[in-house]
């Protein structure tokens, strides 16, 4: 055993790879914030966009026989306007030979631009009722509909029975309906009209009441005379004929330019013009009517401007409408633009989510049908790699402040049933790790072992020194937290019989696997890395030598320029530059490590976000290569898109599928939407299952999936976000030391 150590004398200062760690902190705050605001904005639209679709909560209809004992008679037996002044409630009939047309439920993109075409081709003025959320998603046809000199009155924001709810969300309702309006239009309005309201004498206790507050609050409420039930699209003929009222009387008349299909409604509604106007009836708005009555209350005998009796086509603003100013005028053009980025966003991503759905499943499929031809493969008896390789390999085991791991991974390698030589890469360690390994290698009678000292200069460059001090051209790599099986690196050297092979992946096991992170991990590992592996194998294009257990040829090494410090992924880097330079790079499974994974989240965020972030600077490190000729053009043709596929994009977007899942249980239908993310679960578990029966695991594991789904995969997405903003923004991150506690041992005592 040998040893090479550093100058001694002086006050240590802080390593390399200490100053890079309090940088990285400091840096890196920022941009998960940043992750987080871009998951809270994605989160906010998709609410904001259900929101506007569909009813949340309280979405009751009407009762039917129900009490009208408080509401006054004058109410019940008035006319379809009421009106409250000095606290008194009082009804405006329509006047003789008068139509106030009235429209619910839109503004519709299809319809609503008809009905506006017709109304202006007859110079016929109607009155709007909308709903707040179509409003904020089509504000264009609201403000054509204005000005045009139509009048607009709330249907409340979406669409509910406020009879049901609380003083809190009727408030809600009228509030974000004239915020609407005002960013839609520049208006407010006095006007309402209640969702499934009729005629007054449908008033009943409990909808009484909320027509008081509003009227307290200066809304005029405005109900039906005479009903078209265009809704239940009885037939044009039937459409007029239900809207045309008894002899001369005037009427509050209501039809639809939304909520369904209106054809029959969009050609009724020109004949139902031109009907009325032979029969003598003028047309006019509601504020028309209320200012007339008050006109010929007071014997004054003109009839009030905004009304537009007759409809002379003129734009302006109607009586009931108020100009918005200030705060008011200011939130509803936010409301606007934020309902413009939804209506964009959402459909956009729901194309992401149907292309990140085909691309899920295809790697399912892909998985299990590679997986099981590798392990056929692998498994005939004729199959062979060629001649047991027997000749004695160097283990290089680089490590920084490994005094809790590294007599454990020496007691494994001393097991070792293949000659080898050990080479401990001290790199700077202040832990006393080199001491440690020195007694022991003494202890354990290896006299195999050197311990080789460095100034801490970070990883790669102590794999480097590793290779230059090797005797042998094979050299095998572990990390200062890994123990080997005793057959483990027999196993790991066997592909080297074929000479075409110049690196071998093993077959990394989580250790610390009975806590719930541990078991997290332990289930990625077998599922998502060592299946993905065999895939690639078969593929010949294995992205990725994992860090705690890969050989090389040393040739093959010095040939790529060794373990580059240009990426955070030294292993993937150095696994594609072998495929670019013609080496075969292959998996065994049969060559089993076990490593201590994270046992903290904050841990665990730090490593796979030094992955993910190292993985897109190799991808990116590499990019030529999907130009190149020969085997470099091969690997960056097929093996670089499916990396970037399924390591990248396809898990950036894959929250689209938890977050349409959340989405679709709240505002679309729960139980479908429950049994759509069952079936996902269900096809991973499958793969999960047979991922585990390859590597005769434990399948009680498998128990902790549903909760990895719900709250360890959503992490893994923030990490990977994460990276993704740190690579956008052009941030550098160094290699970083996790903290280990030395608890996985040798792998006899693993279950």
Same mark, same amino acid.
């Given at each position: 055993?040998?040893?090479?150590?550093?100058?001694?004398?002086? /006050?240590?200062?802080?390593?390399?790879?200490?100053?890079?760690?309090?940088?990285?902190?400091?840096?890196?705050?920022?941009?998960?914030?940043?992750?987080?605001?871009?998951?809270?904005?994605l989160t906010s639209v998709m609410l904001l966009d259900g929101y506007l679709r569909a009813e949340v909560g309280g979405d009751e209809r009407v009762r039917e026989g129900a009490s009208s004992s408080k509401v006054p008679d004058k109410i019940i037996n008035g006319g379809p306007i009421i009106s409250f002044r000095g606290g008194q409630a009082t009804t405006t009939s329509v006047p003789a030979k008068t139509i106030a047309l009235t429209f619910d439920d839109g503004p519709n993109p299809t319809y609503t631009p008809q009905v506006l075409k017709i109304l202006e081709k007859y110079d016929v003025p109607a009155t709007f009722f909308v709903v707040g959320s179509m409003v904020s998603r089509y504000p264009g046809i609201v403000k054509d509909m204005v000005d045009q000199g139509n009048e607009v009155g709330i249907h409340t924001f979406t669409h509910v029975d406020l009879s049901y709810q609380s003083d809190a969300r009727i408030r809600r309702e009228m509030t974000q309906t004239q915020l609407a309006l005002a960013g839609a239009a520049g208006i407010t309005t006095t006007l309402f009209r209640a969702p499934y309201s009729s005629e007054t004498d449908a008033i009943d206790n409990y909808s009484w009441p909320v027509y008081e507050k509003l009227g307290e609050e200066g809304y005029t409420s405005v109900f039906v005379d005479t009903d078209s039930d265009d809704w239940k699209?009885?037939?044009?003929?039937? %459409?007029?004929?239900?809207?045309?009222?008894?002899?001369?009387?005037?009427?509050?008349?209501?039809?639809?330019?939304?909520?369904?299909? @209106?054809?029959?409604?969009?050609?009724?509604?020109?004949?139902?013009? &031109?009907?009325?106007?032979?029969?003598?009836?003028?047309?006019?708005?509601?504020?028309?009517?209320?200012?007339?009555?008050?006109?010929?209350?007071?014997?004054?005998?003109?009839?009030?401007?905004?009304?537009?009796?007759?409809?002379?086509?003129?734009? @302006?603003?109607? =009586?009931?409408? @108020?100009?918005? $100013?200030?705060?008011?005028?200011?939130?509803?053009?936010?409301?606007?633009?934020?309902?413009?980025?939804? *209506?964009?966003?959402?459909?956009?991503?729901?194309?992401?989510?149907?292309?990140?759905?085909?691309? #899920?499943?295809?790697?399912?499929?892909?998985?299990?049908?590679?997986?099981?031809?590798?392990?056929?493969?692998?498994?005939?008896?004729?199959?062979?790699?060629?001649?047991?390789?027997?000749?004695?390999?160097?283990?290089?085991?680089?490590?920084?402040?490994?005094?809790?791991?590294?007599?454990?991974?020496?007691?494994?390698?001393?097991?070792?049933?293949?000659?080898? *030589? #050990?080479i401990v890469v001290d790199d700077g360690s202040t832990d006393g790790?080199? &001491?440690?390994?020195?007694?022991?290698?003494?202890?354990?009678?290896?006299?195999? #072992?050197?311990?080789?000292?460095? *100034?801490?200069?970070?990883?790669?460059?102590?794999?480097?020194?590793?290779?230059?001090? =090797?005797?042998? !051209?094979?050299?095998?790599?572990?990390?200062?937290?890994?123990?080997?099986?005793? !057959?483990?690196?027999?196993?790991?050297?066997?592909?080297?019989?074929?000479?075409?092979?110049? =690196?071998?992946?093993?077959?990394?096991?989580?250790?610390? /696997?009975?806590?719930? %992170?541990?078991?997290?991990?332990?289930?990625?590992?077998?599922?998502?890395?060592?299946?993905?592996?065999?895939?690639? !194998?078969?593929?010949?294009?294995?992205? $990725?030598?994992?860090?705690?257990?890969? =050989?090389?040829?040393? &040739?093959?090494?010095?040939?790529?320029?060794?373990?580059?410090? !240009? $990426?955070?992924?030294?292993?993937?880097?150095?696994?594609?530059?072998?495929?670019?330079?013609?080496?075969? #790079?292959?998996?065994? *499974?049969?060559?089993?490590?076990?490593?201590?994974?994270?046992?903290?989240?904050?841990?665990?965020?730090s490593q796979r976000y030094r992955w993910s972030y190292g993985t897109m600077q190799a991808l990116w490190k590499h990019r030529k290569s999907l130009t190149d000729k020969g085997p470099s053009g091969r690997f960056g043709r097929v093996g670089m898109p499916l990396v970037a596929i399924f390591q990248i994009v396809t898990p950036v977007f894959a929250p689209l599928i938890d977050v349409f899942t959340a989405y679709s249980m709240i505002f679309v239908d729960f139980r479908a939407a429950l049994y759509a993310w069952l079936a996902v679960l269900g096809i991973q578990l499958v793969c999960a299952a047979y991922a585990f029966r390859l590597d005769k695991e434990k399948y009680r594991y498998l128990l902790m999936m549903p909760l990895q789904q719900l709250a360890y995969r959503q992490m893994m997405y923030l990490v990977l976000i994460h990276s993704c903003i740190t690579a956008l923004t052009g941030g550098r991150l160094r290699w970083q030391k996790l903290k280990r506690t030395g608890e996985v041992g040798t792998p006899a005592g693993v279950g």
């Open positions: 055993m040998t040893t090479t150590t550093p100058s001694r004398g002086r /006050r240590r200062a802080p390593t390399r790879m200490e100053r890079a760690a309090g940088k990285a902190a400091a840096l890196q705050k920022p941009r998960v914030i940043l992750a987080l605001l871009l998951l809270l904005g699209k009885p037939g044009v003929s039937k %459409i007029v004929q239900w809207a045309t009222p008894s002899g001369t009387s005037g009427a509050s008349v209501l039809m639809h330019d939304a909520g369904g299909d @209106r054809e029959q409604t969009i050609e009724a509604l020109p004949k139902y013009i &031109e009907k009325m106007r032979a029969k003598g009836y003028t047309f006019t708005t509601i504020s028309g009517v209320v200012e007339a009555q008050n006109a010929a209350a007071q014997n004054a005998g003109a009839q009030f401007p905004g009304g537009n009796q007759n409809g002379d086509g003129a734009a @302006r603003l109607q =009586a009931a409408h @108020r100009e918005a $100013t200030g705060t008011t005028l200011y939130e509803g053009k936010a409301l606007v633009a934020a309902v413009a980025v939804a *209506e964009y966003t959402v459909p956009t991503l729901s194309v992401g989510l149907a292309v990140v759905g085909v691309a #899920v499943m295809g790697r399912f499929g892909m998985m299990l049908i590679l997986a099981r031809r590798h392990y056929r493969q692998r498994n005939k008896r004729r199959f062979s790699w060629g001649p047991t390789v027997t000749r004695p390999v160097s283990v290089i085991v680089p490590a920084y402040n490994e005094k809790e791991c590294i007599a454990n991974t020496l007691e494994s390698l001393a097991r070792s049933t293949h000659p080898i *030589e #050990v790790t080199s &001491e440690i390994a020195r007694e022991a290698a003494h202890r354990l009678g290896m006299t195999n #072992v050197r311990v080789i000292r460095q *100034e801490n200069a970070g990883k790669p460059a102590a794999l480097n020194n590793g290779v230059r001090s =090797a005797s042998h !051209d094979i050299v095998v790599m572990m990390d200062g937290d890994t123990v080997f099986e005793p !057959d483990t690196v027999r196993q790991l050297v066997q592909p080297f019989a074929n000479e075409e092979v110049g =690196a071998v992946a093993g077959n990394a096991k989580v250790g610390n /696997r009975n806590t719930v %992170i541990g078991a997290w991990q332990h289930i990625e590992y077998v599922m998502g890395f060592n299946l993905d592996r065999r895939m690639y !194998d078969l593929l010949r294009c294995m992205p $990725t030598i994992p860090g705690a257990i890969g =050989a090389f040829r040393r &040739e093959a090494v010095l040939q790529v320029g060794g373990m580059s410090e !240009d $990426t955070l992924a030294e292993d993937t880097d150095i696994t594609i530059a072998m495929h670019r330079a013609g080496w075969r #790079v292959v998996y065994q *499974e049969h060559a089993r490590a076990w490593t201590e994974a994270p046992g903290s989240l904050k841990q665990l965020w």
